[in-house]
């Protein structure tokens, strides 16, 4: 089986019931993207699937077949703004939920280039972070969302 993933094709050889994430994480080595809940509740799994934030814990790899998949190893080629403006803020602390909160925010971006506080709300609804850093990911959103304007 082939997958494409941040513009790279994989061969890979997996049942077709196998969650996205243990093809990226066991088979093909990609461990940026996390391991949190399992239930596809926490958000830490989330990847890119054709532009969409979707949870690989609990999404069959056959799911995604022919698709374009973007991990967080392939985000930083596309979302530097994204990226530069949680530096800035400094949106980490523990950093486990980072990899997923990302994704969920570039996903958002794409969409919604210029999005006010209840579509950053909306979109990053199912993403948990245990160290409370809503505030600061809020506002790197915004940050990253105002120096895309200004490109």
Same mark, same amino acid.
């Given at each position: ?63 995604? @077949? ?8 392939? !985000?930083? +080629? &596309? %979302?530097? *703004?994204?990226? #530069? ?12 939920? @980072? ?8 996903? !958002?971006? +794409? &969409? %919604?280039? *210029?999005?006010? #506080? ?28 105002? *120096?895309?304007?200004?490109?």
């Amino acid at each position: 089986m082939n997958l494409l993933i941040n513009d790279k094709k994989y061969s890979y050889n997996a049942s077709n019931d196998m969650p996205l994430l243990w093809v990226l994480r066991d088979i093909l080595g990609l461990t940026g993207t996390k391991y949190g809940c399992g239930k596809g509740l926490c958000g830490s799994c989330s990847v890119l699937v054709d532009g969409d934030s979707v949870r690989s814990c609990n999404l069959p790899v056959s799911a995604v @077949q022919g698709k374009s998949i973007t991990t967080i190893e392939g !985000l930083s +080629n &596309k %979302n530097k *703004n994204l990226q #530069d403006a949680w530096n800035e803020v400094n949106v980490p602390q523990c950093g486990f939920c @980072q990899p997923g909160q990302l994704i969920s925010a570039a996903a !958002l971006l +794409n &969409k %919604n280039p *210029n999005p006010d #506080d209840e579509d950053i709300s909306n979109a990053m609804s199912g993403n948990i972070c245990r160290c409370g850093t809503y505030v600061r990911i809020k506002k790197a959103i915004h940050q990253a969302s105002k *120096n895309q304007s200004h490109e």
